[in-house]
């Protein structure tokens, strides 16, 4: 269970440094072309069910897991992850105003909510932000159509917010995510995402692999550290047929605290 509560709460850091307010900074002088550019958001399908290898490694730890992702736009994350030896070891439903999960192993439940976790980690978090994450759609959706630019063919949206500095790299044909920065200017954290491998579904773009990288300062060791992720997606498929949400709490478990 905590391998995916990990991811998660990863992504969590990572959309929350992309809250709505912010500013937007051209870096060249390409700006006809560039306010031509408006980054693209599938609207041609309801559902979304792909598969997915994990990996992540930590300087204390390697480990994998099997992930089994539904999406129905707009309105919930469904999640269950599968262990080494093919036993489901979690699963979690998030929807706009709540989040789920079932621990199988321990036989517990958490139940919480986005204002829950934007008071817990003292920034805005939402749900918006998190599908675009695992879709590789722009977290964030309101900034200034006239201040983007081309570099080196991708499209460049420099972002600030407080503390944190924000670069979004977009495929400039299919203007999805190819690379996301993060860099925190007060502890020097720097957070990085590349969507790997695109193909097209269903005349629909979407990534084969998400790398992330985050390099940081170990609070116990103080010295540098680092952490990566690999999602390796498998058979994404982008529907208007209703899929299914198997979710129920069994009577016995207790809900964990």
């Known amino acids: 269970m905590r391998y995916l509560l990990f991811i998660f709460s990863f992504l969590f850091f990572i959309i929350a440094s992309c809250q709505r307010v912010s500013t937007i900074k051209n870096t060249n002088n390409d700006e006809e072309s560039a306010a031509k550019i408006t980054p693209s958001k599938d609207s041609s399908y309801e559902y979304v069910a792909v598969k997915a290898k994990v990996e992540f490694q930590t300087p204390k730890e390697n480990n994998s897991f099997k992930l089994n992702l539904r999406i129905q736009n707009n309105k919930k994350i469904w999640a269950s992850v599968t262990g080494p030896l093919g036993i489901e070891g979690l699963r979690t439903i998030i929807r706009q105003d709540?989040?789920?999960a079932l621990d199988y192993i321990n036989k517990k439940y958490i139940e919480t909510s986005f204002d829950t976790l934007?008071?817990?980690l003292n920034f805005e978090v939402d749900y918006e932000m998190l599908q675009g994450i695992l879709l590789a759609e722009m977290p964030l959706?309101?900034?200034d159509t006239t201040n983007k630019s081309i570099v080196n063919n991708q499209i460049l949206i420099k972002q600030k917010l407080k503390q944190i500095n924000?670069?979004?790299y977009l495929n400039s044909t299919h203007q999805k995510l190819e690379k996301l920065l993060l860099l925190?200017?007060?502890t020097g954290h720097r957070l990085e995402i590349v969507y790997r491998e695109y193909k097209p579904y269903n005349q629909l773009w979407f990534p084969e692999n998400m790398d992330i990288t985050v390099n940081y300062i170990d609070k116990i060791t103080r010295k540098p550290a680092k952490t990566t992720i690999n999602i390796r997606y498998?058979?994404?498929?982008f529907t208007y047929d209703k899929l299914a949400f198997p979710f129920r709490v069994p009577d016995s478990y207790r809900e964990k605290k």
């Open 118 to 120: 934007s008071r817990l």
């Open 184 to 186: 925190d200017t007060r």
């Open 98 to 100: 709540s989040i789920f």
């Open 141 to 143: 959706k309101n900034f």
């Open 234 to 237: 498998q058979n994404p498929m």
């Open 166 to 168: 924000i670069d979004n």
